[in-house]
Structures are given as structure tokens and as C-alpha cells.
């Protein structure tokens, strides 16, 4: 039997129905990566990188599963392409957009993979849904707590629980 691992998953949408999107990316995440053991609430914020778009609703998940990084990977790129997802622009608008922030402790830097997500420390609305579920968690290269990686951001976009 294959040991499980616990990993975290970023969604996020801001086009169209963005909390049935966010839904329905975590009922094929439940049936194609592993279960969900624990999720953030939802959290607007204005885009970031092109700011000349809808804002978005995001989420983080705590994901329990037994497959590999490199099939985590195989199977966001699915479930992303089965949603409808169109990669037009680097940051662009998006009916969902799913990133693997963490596996486990690991530190994966492969042409296709970086794990941790390089950019996770430099952006709040990844850091405040992630330390709903996360506080804790250290990242491997940095030696931070997104506690602490959240306290020391940087990024000025503020993020909102959604419908408050």
C-alpha cells in the first residue's frame, strides 16, 4: 500500500459563477487527487500581476493523497482543462486556476514543478486562506511558519472574506 502524503492546494476563479467553480475544482480534486481534510473559507481580493480584470475568490486545501508530485500536477492540468480553463495570458483571467503550494516537506525543483510554490511568500491571498488551515506549516526552504511568512509579506493587496 502507498503511503500517503498531505499537500496544499491553491484555488482560485474570476469568471463566471466563481464559488460553483471553486466547488465543483474541489469535488474533481476529491476524485481524482485524494481527500480533502481541510479548507479554508473563501476570500476576495483584486487580481494580482494584471490588475485589469475581474477580482478573484480564493481558496486553500489541505489534501490528503497517495499519488506522486508529478501526477498531482497531471491531474490539476486535467481538472483545470475538463473546467474549461483557456492559458491566454501569464496571470490572466480564469474560469479556475489550481496550484500545488506544498508536498508535504518536499523541494521539488523540476522544469515543469516547483514545489514549494515560488511565489507563495510574496502573495496574500495565497498567505491568508493558507494560514486559516496552515498556520503552522514551515516552509522547507525559507524555515518559516506561513504564520510568520504572512506577518512578513510585503504585498499591499488586501484579501476579504468573501461575503462579509
Not at 64 to 90: F, H, N, W, Y
Not at 147 to 163: A, I, T, Y
Amino acid at each position: 500500500m502507498e503511503s500517503s502524503t498531505t499537500i496544499i492546494l491553491h484555488t482560485g476563479s474570476n469568471l463566471g459563477n466563481r464559488i460553483a467553480n471553486l466547488q465543483l475544482a474541489n469535488a474533481w480534486i476529491k476524485k481524482q487527487i485524494g481527500s480533502i481534510i481541510r479548507a479554508s473559507h473563501y476570500y476576495q481580493t483584486a487580481a494580482w500581476g494584471v490588475t485589469d480584470q475581474p477580482e478573484f475568490i480564493n481558496q486553500a486545501l489541505m489534501v490528503e493523497t497517495e499519488k506522486s508530485p508529478q501526477q498531482v500536477l497531471v491531474c490539476i492540468q486535467d481538472i483545470e482543462a475538463t473546467m474549461g480553463r483557456i492559458r491566454q495570458q501569464k496571470w490572466g483571467e480564469r474560469l479556475i486556476d489550481i496550484d500545488l503550494i506544498f508536498y508535504g516537506n518536499e523541494v521539488i525543483d523540476e522544469e515543469n514543478l516547483q514545489v514549494p510554490h515560488p511565489f507563495l511568500q510574496e502573495r496574500n491571498f495565497v498567505l491568508v486562506p493558507l494560514q486559516e488551515i496552515a498556520a503552522d506549516w514551515v516552509h522547507p526552504v525559507l524555515k518559516k511558519s506561513v504564520f510568520e511568512l504572512l506577518e512578513q509579506s510585503s504585498d499591499k493587496l488586501e484579501v476579504f472574506p468573501f461575503g462579509k
